[in-house]
């Protein structure tokens, strides 16, 4: 029976001539080399005599080879070689280092970006970089990743309390968390269907575990006497006439915010009196197209506005609004609400009132002068949930929308030369009608 070796025993192993070994328990053994060099070697049998090479000593010390025999006789009981499950190990390793979250991010990132709009690619773009590219999340193997790993990225993002680049509001960081939740679960499936990792670690993560939104007010409606003021706020507007003839757009229109800053005047036909936004513009781009019904206002100020932005230089985009700064771009993403902040409707103190808000304001007040829902809700370009009545609708109740839109502009002229809290509701889709 071998005689359990020592440490400072092995430590005095000499060379000879020619290779030896010397026994430790259970089959293990120190081969020295003639170079000098110890190695850790164990015979085992398995589908005939075999010996496995656990490493070199001082690397690999006498209790962890032991440990590591004992670890290898497991596998041998299993009928695995030792050596087989290494490189096996290996090459998952190799796998795991390819396989890191953000390669696969990268994969899902281009395999979408062709769908998504400029804004939104450049958003996804942004965020995902600086908060998971660059970061531990991001160089980890998709495969390690777990639930409790999402939850600190995320909780990270929406509790942060320094802001960076494009982040400019309080409500910034619950809102970049939500998405970076939403698109870390996209990878994650995709990953999935690529039999990269077994189970999606984000699909047990709600985004309520994680984030607690702040009370957002930037949305809220304007009721009728909130908005006359807003509209005589306008009239005396002292910044540039390009960015008041937009924040009157939006209220006339009440499309996104994003498709009135990026329309081209390609899409527009003041004679007759239609803007057509291409599909690919829209937030929802299975509607197709979206026609807006031009009133005789939004015409006139389409007019003034040609007049002023003229012709666009060689080689730039025809924005309507073009960037003051850089005319190849469009106009930029805060200029319309920071021009209703100068005019006391957003930011610190005000009733928190953003562009956005106009799409809201215009619903409720239509809905409450019984116009049609039906024909509300087209001209928000909302998606219709009955497939077979959104394929029924192709029209998209185009004449409703353009009556309903001369009224919605003729409401807000009374609204502004009037100094009643409420104007007559226009009748020409009354009552009688919304009951149709």
């Not at 990026?262 to 003041?270: F, H, K």
Request: net charge positive; glycine share 4%; charged share 25%.
């Amino acid at each position: 029976m071998a005689k359990a070796l020592t440490h400072s025993a092995i430590k005095g192993l000499k060379p000879k001539a020619k290779p030896y070994k010397v026994s430790d328990t259970g089959r293990l053994y120190v081969l020295v080399a003639v170079s000098g060099k110890k190695y850790w070697k164990w015979n085992y049998r398995l589908h005939g005599d075999n010996t496995y090479t656990i490493g070199t000593f001082p690397d690999v010390g006498l209790s962890e080879a032991r440990q590591r025999r004992d670890a290898a006789a497991k596998l041998v009981k299993n009928g695995v070689h030792p050596a087989d499950h290494d490189q096996e190990q290996i090459l998952n390793a190799t796998a795991d280092k390819a396989n890191t979250f953000w390669s696969v991010a990268e994969e899902w990132i281009a395999a979408n970006k062709p769908k998504w709009s400029e804004t939104y690619a450049k958003q996804v773009d942004t965020y995902m970089r600086r908060y998971v590219r660059d970061t531990w999340f991001g160089q980890r193997p998709i495969r390690a990743i777990t639930t409790a790993d999402v939850y600190k990225l995320v909780t990270a993002v929406a509790n942060r309390t320094e802001r960076k680049g494009p982040e400019r509001k309080d409500s910034d960081a619950a809102t970049i968390a939500a998405l970076l939740r939403q698109w870390c679960n996209a990878v994650f499936r995709l990953a999935v269907v690529s039999n990269r990792v077994e189970r999606n670690p984000v699909a047990d993560l709600k985004a309520s575990d994680a984030i607690v939104r702040p009370k957002v007010k930037n949305n809220r409606a304007l009721n009728p006497s909130e908005l006359r003021a807003l509209l005589k706020a306008l009239d005396s507007f002292q910044g540039n006439r390009a960015t008041a003839i937009a924040v009157e757009l939006l209220a006339l229109t009440f499309v996104r915010t994003q498709e009135l800053r990026m329309a081209a005047w390609s899409e527009v036909d003041i004679d007759k009196a239609t803007w057509t936004i291409p599909a690919e513009r829209m937030k929802i781009k299975d509607n197709g197209d979206h026609v807006v019904p031009l009133s005789k206002r939004a015409c006139d100020l389409l007019k003034e506005l040609r007049n002023i932005v003229g012709t666009p230089l060689s080689g730039n985009p025809d924005w309507l609004f073009p960037n003051t700064r850089n005319r190849a771009l469009c106009m930029s993403a805060t200029t319309i609400n920071r021009a209703l902040e100068h005019m006391g409707f957003n930011g610190s103190g005000s009733i928190g009132f953003s562009a956005h808000g106009f799409r809201g304001t215009a619903s409720t007040l239509l809905h409450e002068r019984g116009y049609r829902p039906e024909v509300i809700e087209a001209q928000l370009a909302h998606k219709e949930r009955d497939g077979v009545k959104a394929a029924y609708n192709k029209a998209k109740y185009l004449s409703d929308r353009r009556t309903m839109m001369q009224e919605w502009a003729d409401l807000l002229l009374d609204l502004n030369n009037s100094d009643e809290q409420t104007p007559e509701a226009p009748n020409s889709i009354d009552a009688e009608n919304a009951a149709a």
